[in-house]
């Protein structure tokens, strides 16, 4: 299922639509991993804030349409998709969620073109923009009924 991985606060956030990441046990703890591309606005949220959010929203492919397609620097995604943001535990995520999982963020760093020991992965970065691996403990799993 796609899901929208957002970061930030009551001054400024963002969110996008991904479906690259995984999740398990790391350094002891349940752990997300969040893949993002350098140049995703939301990135920098990420890299500014010691949380992200992961949130899930079923078969509603509409907001995935617009957090997918457009960048936060150019419109206000909240309001295209008419998402309702709620602030907590550091970060932001969206009322209409079917599921939230908050993490604090452990790790971060950059996929590598050199460490690919199989070069088939690699048609994915015709432009060298390799993936951001952000590995977050899993803090707060949140599910609607």
Same mark, same amino acid.
């Given at each position: 299922?796609?899901? =929208?991985?957002?970061? &930030?606060?009551?001054?400024?956030?963002?969110?996008?639509?991904? %479906?690259?990441?995984?999740?398990?046990?790391?350094?002891?703890?349940?752990?997300?991993?969040?893949?993002?591309?350098?140049?995703?606005?939301?990135?920098?949220?990420?890299?500014?804030?010691?949380?992200?959010? =992961?949130?899930?929203? &079923?078969?509603?492919?509409?907001?995935?349409?617009?957090?997918? %397609?457009k960048s936060g620097r150019d419109v206000n995604k909240t309001e295209l998709t008419g998402l309702t943001p709620v602030f907590e535990n550091n970060t932001v995520y969206f009322e209409e969620a079917n599921l939230v999982i908050i993490c604090k963020k452990q790790y971060l760093d950059s996929l590598r073109e050199e460490n690919f020991v199989d070069d088939e992965p690699l048609k994915w970065y015709q432009n060298k923009d390799f993936h951001n691996m952000i590995f977050g403990s899993i803090e707060k799993v949140l599910i609607k009924e």
């Open positions: 299922e796609w899901m =929208l991985i957002s970061a &930030g606060d009551e001054n400024g956030y963002n969110m996008m639509t991904a %479906s690259w990441g995984f999740m398990g046990e790391m350094w002891g703890k349940d752990t997300a991993v969040a893949m993002i591309r350098p140049q995703r606005y939301t990135m920098q949220f990420v890299e500014s804030n010691d949380y992200y959010a =992961l949130s899930f929203y &079923g078969n509603n492919k509409d907001i995935h349409k617009v957090c997918g %397609s």
